[in-house]
């Protein structure tokens, strides 16, 4: 059930997205709510506690959110609200953020390194990344100190792994099937 409520709301909120010719101001709009209810636990805790009534709810909602985002996004996170779906708030956005990214064309990835990398790192290795597989990527971080040194990239199907950990576990590789041999 949970996913048929998140898509059914995800797809409402992109629908209307489209229909007013404002995908990218949503999808920018959404960015910053998923962030700042990612962050906030204790916000997401009051949206579902049972004890807080519902119009002080439909009122925090309105008082923090209608200078960050458009009144259609904001209704959208009340209506959520008001049919007590909260707990699946912050899926639903993603699932919209999703569906503007498959309707743009952009892939998602992930970088794993063994330190956290720059801003301007990440940017060149966007940039290559996206020249190499010749479409527009997105990419977020992850640290796995266990790699030792290096990178290891996915997007999608494709995998690039220049770990040094990697690159250990291939030399193993190649020296069993010697002994094999």
């Not at 229909?19 to 959404?30: G, Q, T």
Request: hydrophobic content about 45%; overall charge negative.
């Amino acid at each position: 059930m949970a996913e048929l409520v998140v898509k059914r709301y995800g797809t409402a909120l992109f629908e209307t997205a489209l229909e007013m010719r404002k995908v990218d101001e949503f999808y920018e709009e959404v960015q910053t709510l998923i962030s700042i209810l990612q962050s906030e636990q204790d916000f997401m805790h009051v949206l579902q506690h049972p004890q807080v009534v519902l119009e002080e709810k439909i009122t925090l909602l309105e008082t923090v959110f209608l200078s960050k985002a458009s009144k259609e996004v904001v209704g959208l996170l009340v209506l959520i609200v008001k049919k007590n779906r909260q707990q699946y708030l912050i899926e639903i956005l993603q699932m919209f953020s999703d569906m503007v990214k498959v309707h743009k064309g952009i892939d998602s990835g992930i970088v794993i390194s063994s330190v956290a990398l720059s801003d301007d790192q990440m940017q060149r290795i966007q940039h290559l990344v996206s020249r190499n597989l010749n479409k527009q990527v997105e990419l977020r971080t992850e640290v796995d100190p266990s790699l030792i040194g290096g990178l290891r990239i996915q997007v999608g199907d494709h995998m690039i792994d220049g770990t040094i950990r990697g690159k250990m576990e291939e030399l193993k590789h190649q020296l069993l099937d010697i002994q094999l041999a």
